[in-house]
Structures are given as structure tokens and as C-alpha cells.
């Protein structure tokens, strides 16, 4: 294993100085002129032929190597692949927007996923080592399946479901952020960016399964590490003359603080709010008269593009005017939803700008106790849904033996917080460029940055800045800036080299692509091994097991795609629902399962069917966009938050149900006392 280990760390080695090495040689393309299209082409096409050479070189039909890699990968190079798996483009393209546009609030993610690391350490994953199969419904179905063969069918069945829905709504935002970058760094459509996107994907999970999947995520880690940290470091240097984005971020937040409060006051930018304000006014009176003002809406703009044409007004203009007749409601009942988003759009952006790191604030005391408790459920669902990821703890297989998957945990969280510990620092120092160099700025010049993204999507625009006064400077309250997009944005923000553009979107495709192999796996693997195998064709060949999940993974591949290509909804919305889900459904039977003998199989089906449909029902009761309402959310918990209701319905059902049935089989226990006893070498 050392041999082998050491043979590994030169790959890598190698890889590393021959990645630097292409860095250098497009910077000094760049300075030669080559064009931007260019550079953003050789970034992509050149990084996704690396991965799909990986997945040539390590294409396996041998079910061990295909399902958890031959079980040999060392802890260090266990936890890369594992953190490339988990840094997803919610951690690397998401979080750093979501601290720029929430402030402290954002700071639930980064403690939540974290510390859910934890839990995997201390709860699960040693366990599942021990335990020395495939998947998790394995595991449930030999913990819960009693004296039934060890098959388990009722609680792998609902393990599979839970894994299956859990994983796919995790995979459409992957292949989201994949269309994005692919669509803004060589200026193909978006849909079509996915498809692209998809092909890398499915060269390393079709061919070699967790095999190649891991030895291309540990390439993955070290494009996601340089990417994140180059930028960083650079804004670092600009604004506090420190390459240690750690420090910087010490230095910098109080002038921005500073910024904050000059913005707060200034007689421009409370113009502009109140422009906001009298749109939101306009869109509440609009509802009142409903349906009136509905079908008087809809003949207004119908007669100013009658008038357009009339008066053969130039193409723009008649284009614009057709645009606005396309975009209106269609009916009443489509206007009061999209009335409603509007005017909570135009309320949001009529307010001053929140203090970054000010924690809860609120306009009282029950506001700010709202947003606290929020905080605190939404850093508990992310801590129980990692816990519970189906993707995340398949990786527990991958190691040699249970000290290595310890060990391996460790690797992973120090890997994790290389990036983590930096993304509260990108948040602060993009933050303050923007409100610096941009803000008070005139729109004659723009920079160019501006246009390139507000382009990418022109329905719905990741960024847009609109002179609201007509005073032509630019106002805070003027821009309107996605989160999905700052990351991306910020070497052009800073003034970097195109390069390092090209470079962030490597690590945003390495980021996506790598946990969309693991969620594509976990599921095709749910469905081969512990549906067609385990209960349809226990006597199925190997070849035949490793060869229906690869069809099964193509399938599900091109069907998240599909998904993604509709923008269901933004990468944080659609993961925080992942992990409630995983939370609720998985976490109370996967806990119970190691550390109390009495659960049984009764008590697992119905508390993870309970957990589930606490879980549902809270999001699509109080989700505006699935047709929910917020005035109906318990205690004002958000609906990203639902698992904080569904994580304590499951646990109870189990334990109600368990105790009320008979004991489980007594190889359930003895399961229990064998995956727990430290006298079972290696521990």
C-alpha cells in the first residue's frame, strides 16, 4: 500500500506542475493576444478531455472496482476525491454569493455543511466501513431486514426512492451550474451548454464507475483548490496588501462597514429606494383590482404594440413592446403569483443595504429572533442532510480498512476548510470592490464585465444595472446581481487577467461535474444493485450488474438534463431542499440503525415515510414557487429548512413504531454489536 501510495503522489505531482504549466502558457497566449473565446474554449474542451482520459485509462466491469473502487484508495487521496464530491457548485459558484447578498445569514451554510462532517465522522462512516458492502440501502436492508434472507425488500425499496430523489434533485443543480459556465465561457446556449457539460460526466461514471470517478475528482480537487485560492488572493493583495485572504478579510470589513453606512445616507441612493417602493405600490394596487386590472393591463399592452406598428416605429422598439405582451400573465390567477414575486422584488431592493456582518438584523426584536432561528434550523438541516447523503458516504467503502475511513473523514474536512475558510474572506473582498469601484461609477463606462453577463440569460438576466434616475452614476440600489454569478465573476471584478476567468470556470465545471459523477453513481448503483440485483435477479452475472447500471445512469443522466435545461429554480434553493430531503428521510433510520438495537423494520419504513412526507408538505405548503404561502410556515422556519420538522417526525415514528412492534431479528442485533465492537480488527 506505501509503494502504491507513493505511485499515486508523483501522478499527482506531475499533473499539478503540468496544470501550472498549461496556466502559464495561456497567460502568455493572452498577452500575445489570443482572443477571450479562445482562451475560454481551451479552458473547457482541454479540462474536459482530461477527465474523460481519466475515465478511459480506469474503465472497470469489475463490480468491486465499478461499485466502491476495489475498496484501496488511500485516506489522503480518499479525502480529495471526497471533497471534490462534496465542494459542489453550490460551495464553490453559490456560497460566496450567498454571503455577499445575505451577509451573516449566509454564514448557516458554511457551519452546517461543516459541521456535518462531523456527524459523518462520529455516526456513520466508520460504521459503514465495518460494514463492508455497496450502498447505502444495503446497509438499511441488513440492519432492518430481520430474518427475511438479510434482502430487506420494503426498507431497501423506500432507501432507494429516498436515494433516488434525494440524489436527483442534488444532480439537476449540478448540470444547472454546468450550462451556465459552459454558456457564458464559450457562448453556446445554455441548453446546450448542459448537453456538453453531460458528456464529461458521463465518459468517467459510464465507463469506470467509482473507479474512474475517483481518481478524476482527486484531479478536480487540485483545478477547484487553485482556482478559488488565485483569485482570492489577489483581491487580498488589492485591497489590504495581503496575500492571505484569512487577514484580509480582518482588515477590510470595517471599511466596508464604513461603505455601508455612506450608502445608507446618501440622498442618490434613497431616490432610487424610493423609485423601488413606488414600483412595489404600483404591483400591491394592481392586485387589489384583480381581475380588472388584469385585463386592463393586457389591452394596454396590446395597444402600444398595435401603436408601434402603426407607426412604424424602429425594429427594437416593436421587438421590446412584443416582448412585454409575451411576458404578461396569461390569466388572473398567473398574475397574482407573478404580481406577488414582483412587488416582494421591489419591496426587497426599496431597502438599505443590511450591515455584512451584523448577526439577525431586523427592525425589532421578533424580527431579528426570526432570522436567528432560522440560522440555527437551516445549519441543522445542512448538518443532519450531510450526515445522510447517499454520494458522501458511499465514499466510506472506498478505503481499505475502518481506520483509514477515520482518517480519511479527517482529510476530507481539512481539504473542505482550504476552501471554506476562504469563501467568508471572497465575499467581503468582492463586496467592497463592487461598492467601491463600481457604485458612484458612470454608466458610460461600464466595464465590460457587466455586459457579458447580463447576456448570458436575457429572460432572465444574472446581472442587470439600470439608470432608475436618470442621473447617469451608478447607485447601489441600481444593481441587481445574482449570487450564482459572482464567483464567476470576480477575477473580472478585480481586474484580473482573462485567464484566471477561464481558470474559475474550470474549477466551477470541476466543482459540478465531480459531485454530479457521485450523485449519478449512487443513484444508477441504487437501482442496479439493490433493486434488479438484490430483488429481481439475485443470480445476474457481474457483467450483466455493472452493465444495466450503466444504462440506468445514461438514463438518469439525460432525463437531470432535461430538468436542469427548464432553471427549476437557483443551485442553493434546489440543494438546501436536497439535503432537508436526506435529512428527514435518511439520518433518523441510518443513526438509529447503529446505535439502537431496538429499532426495527417496521419502525425504519414508517419513520422514513413519515420524515418524508413532514418534509413535502412543509415545502410545498409554504414554497411560493411550488404554490405554497409563507404567512402558513411553523414558527417562520424558511421552506429550505423543512428537514427541521421532518428530522424529529422521523426519529419519534421510528421509535413510537418499534417499541409498539415486536423486537428486531436477533442478526439485526448482532449486526449492531459487530459493526460497533472495537475488538473486530482493523478499527
Not at 159 to 174: H, K, L, R
Not at 269 to 283: K, P, Q, S
Not at 579 to 594: K, N
Request: net charge positive; glycine share 8%; with cysteine.
Amino acid at each position: 500500500m506505501s509503494s502504491y501510495r507513493q505511485r499515486l503522489s508523483r501522478y499527482y505531482l506531475w499533473y499539478t506542475a503540468c496544470f501550472f504549466a498549461f496556466l502559464l502558457a495561456l497567460a502568455l497566449l493572452e498577452r500575445e493576444g489570443m482572443p477571450r473565446l479562445w482562451i475560454g474554449y481551451l479552458f473547457m474542451f482541454a479540462t474536459i478531455a482530461l477527465y474523460a482520459t481519466i475515465g478511459v485509462i480506469t474503465r472497470t466491469s469489475n463490480v468491486s472496482e465499478y461499485y466502491v473502487a476495489g475498496r484501496r484508495v488511500p485516506a489522503v487521496f480518499n479525502g480529495m476525491a471526497t471533497a471534490a464530491d462534496w465542494i459542489s457548485a453550490a460551495s464553490f459558484i453559490s456560497l460566496a454569493g450567498s454571503l455577499y447578498l445575505r451577509g451573516f445569514d449566509g454564514l448557516a451554510y458554511i457551519m452546517g455543511w461543516t459541521g456535518g462532517y462531523c456527524l459523518v465522522a462520529l455516526l456513520i462512516a466508520p460504521y459503514l466501513r465495518k460494514f463492508a458492502q455497496y450502498t447505502i440501502p444495503d446497509f438499511l436492508a441488513a440492519r432492518y431486514g430481520g430474518g427475511a434472507g438479510g434482502r430487506g425488500g420494503p426498507v431497501r425499496v423506500m432507501a432507494v426512492a429516498a436515494t433516488i430523489i434525494v440524489s436527483f434533485t442534488y444532480v439537476v443543480a449540478q448540470i444547472y451550474a454546468v450550462g451556465l459556465i459552459a454558456s457564458r465561457f464559450t457562448g453556446v446556449d445554455f441548453s446546450v451548454g448542459i448537453f456538453l457539460g453531460l458528456a464529461s460526466i458521463l465518459v468517467c461514471s459510464f465507463l469506470g464507475g467509482m473507479r474512474a470517478i475517483t481518481w478524476t475528482q482527486v484531479a478536480q480537487y487540485i483545478i477547484i483548490l487553485v482556482a478559488f485560492l488565485i483569485p482570492t488572493m489577489w483581491l487580498s493583495v488589492k485591497h489590504a496588501d495581503n496575500p492571505v485572504p484569512q487577514l484580509a478579510y480582518g482588515s477590510v470589513l470595517p471599511k466596508l462597514a464604513q461603505r455601508e453606512q455612506q450608502l445608507v445616507l446618501d440622498p442618490s441612493e434613497n431616490a432610487v429606494r424610493a423609485r423601488f417602493l413606488e414600483r412595489a405600490n404600483d404591483y400591491a394596487q394592481r392586485l387589489k383590482g384583480l381581475p380588472a386590472s388584469w385585463e386592463a393591463g393586457k389591452r394596454e399592452a396590446q395597444r402600444k404594440l398595435d401603436a408601434a406598428r402603426l407607426r412604424n416605429a424602429p425594429l427594437p422598439e416593436i421587438r421590446a413592446a412584443e416582448r412585454i405582451l409575451s411576458a404578461y400573465p396569461r390569466s388572473p390567477d398567473e398574475a397574482v403569483r407573478v404580481w406577488t414575486e414582483q412587488r416582494a422584488a421591489n419591496l426587497a431592493r426599496a431597502q438599505p443595504p443590511e450591515p455584512h456582518a451584523a448577526p439577525f438584523p431586523g427592525p425589532d426584536r421578533e424580527a431579528s429572533d426570526i432570522r436567528r432561528n432560522n440560522f440555527l434550523a437551516l445549519a441543522l438541516c445542512l448538518m443532519m442532510g450531510t450526515a445522510a447523503l447517499p454520494h458522501i458516504l458511499m465514499r466510506a467503502y472506498t478505503t481499505p480498512s475502518v481506520n483509514e475511513t477515520r482518517v480519511s473523514v479527517f482529510w476530507t474536512l481539512f481539504f473542505i476548510l482550504l476552501i471554506y475558510l476562504t469563501i467568508p474572506a471572497l465575499a467581503v473582498l468582492a463586496k467592497y470592490d463592487i461598492y467601491t469601484n463600481l457604485v458612484g461609477s458612470q454608466y458610460q463606462h461600464l466595464p465590460s464585465w457587466i455586459s457579458y453577463w447580463a447576456n448570458v440569460d436575457k429572460v432572465n438576466p444574472l446581472i442587470s444595472v439600470t439608470d432608475m434616475n436618470g442621473d447617469g452614476i451608478v447607485q447601489l440600489a441600481e444593481i441587481s446581481i445574482d449570487g450564482d454569478v459572482l464567483v464567476l465573476a470576480t477575477p473580472e471584478i478585480g481586474g484580473l487577467p482573462y485567464v484566471i476567468s477561464g481558470l474559475v470556470a474550470a474549477g466551477g465545471l470541476a466543482a459540478a461535474l465531480s459531485t454530479a459523477d457521485g450523485l449519478l453513481l449512487a443513484i444508477s448503483n441504487a437501482l442496479s444493485h439493490d433493486i434488479w440485483y438484490k430483488l429481481v435477479d439475485p443470480a445476474a452475472s457481474t457483467q450483466k450488474r455493472v452493465t444495466i447500471s450503466k444504462l440506468l445512469l445514461l438514463a438518469v443522466a439525460f432525463i437531470a438534463a432535461y430538468v436542469a435545461s427548464q432553471k427549476p429554480a437557483d443551485i442553493l434553493s434546489l440543494v438546501g431542499a436536497a439535503f432537508s430531503l436526506a435529512a428527514s428521510t435518511m439520518f433518523p433510520a441510518l443513526v438509529l440503525g447503529v446505535f439502537w438495537k431496538r429499532a426495527n423494520h417496521v419502525g425504519a419504513i414508517a419513520g422514513m415515510a413519515v420524515g418524508f412526507v413532514v418534509c413535502m408538505y412543509y415545502m410545498l405548503h409554504t414554497n411560493p414557487s411550488l404554490g405554497g404561502n409563507l404567512d402558513g410556515a411553523w414558527l417562520h422556519i424558511a421552506p429550505i429548512s423543512a428537514g427541521v420538522f421532518g428530522v424529529p417526525a422521523g426519529l419519534l415514528t421510528i421509535v413510537l413504531a418499534s417499541l409498539l412492534t415486536a423486537a428486531p431479528h436477533r442478526s439485526s442485533a448482532g449486526l449492531v454489536d459487530y459493526i460497533r465492537s472495537p475488538d473486530q480488527p482493523p478499527y
